[in-house]
């Protein structure tokens, strides 16, 4: 079956630090992968995806390349905000299984 | 843009009532989803439908059930509500199989106590 794990947290970091969330994953078949994003008290957004390997997605300053080899997806930006304060999730779906499957979230915590 | 919405941000029912979240979406999606997110264990899948009056059990279906009758619309019903099912509920939906590398849109959430 398909499974993702990621990185546990808390992560705390100061203002402009850079940013690694790991993300590996495990699929029967080659994957879409996904990395949303949850503010306090609200729902799941998307963050950014990737959809074949060596594909690199990008949004707000975060990448994510699409690593089959290593069957890895890990978040990084270069230089994160106080703003940028949440829990983000690494999710699969894939071919016939339209399913999300999730991991279970990185709380981060950014300091002014 | 996609739209998901939950009927409530917030609830509170007493033990052993009948309790119903709703979910509607605008992008004529064929999917939807409920999950519950509790803390530690991050979103786990309760029921999903592919097509009106269409559903199947995920992870944890155990103390509920779901609604489909129009395909904007998907229902989760807690049968007999337990204090064990306090947690936050999210919805979501999904274009058809092909559509699987967009994703799926999710709703605010509803936070469920039960006491």
């Known amino acids: 079956g398909n499974s993702v794990t990621q990185m546990e947290g808390p992560v705390t970091l100061s203002e402009e630090a850079f940013l690694t969330i790991n993300c590996t994953y495990t699929a029967t078949r080659y994957p879409s992968l996904f990395w949303y994003v949850q503010y306090p008290g609200e729902g799941l957004q998307l963050l950014l995806k990737a959809t074949k390997a060596d594909d690199k997605g990008s949004n707000k300053g975060f990448e994510a390349t699409y690593r089959k080899e290593t069957t890895s997806f890990h978040l990084e930006k270069g230089s994160v905000q106080v703003s940028d304060s949440a829990v983000y999730f690494c999710?699969?779906?894939?071919?016939?299984?339209?399913?999300?499957?999730f991991g279970k979230g990185t709380l981060l915590t950014v300091n002014p | 843009d996609v739209k998901v919405t939950q009927s409530s941000r917030y609830l509170v029912k007493r033990t052993g009532e009948k309790v119903f979240l709703e979910c509607v979406q605008d992008?004529?999606?064929?999917?939807m989803f409920w999950y519950r997110q509790d803390p530690g264990l991050g979103l786990r899948l309760i029921y999903f439908?592919?097509?009106?009056?269409?559903?199947e059990k995920g992870d944890i279906p155990e103390g509920y059930s779901v609604s489909r009758e129009k395909k904007e619309r998907f229902s989760l019903i807690l049968e007999s509500a337990s204090t064990n099912q306090t947690s936050m509920y999210l919805c979501a939906s999904s274009p058809p199989v092909r559509g699987s590398e967009k994703g799926a849109f999710f709703g605010q959430g509803t936070r469920l106590t039960v006491v």
């Open positions: 999710a699969l779906s894939g071919g016939s299984n339209y399913k999300l499957t």
């Open positions: 992008m004529d999606h064929e999917n």
């Open positions: 439908s592919y097509d009106v009056k269409m559903k």
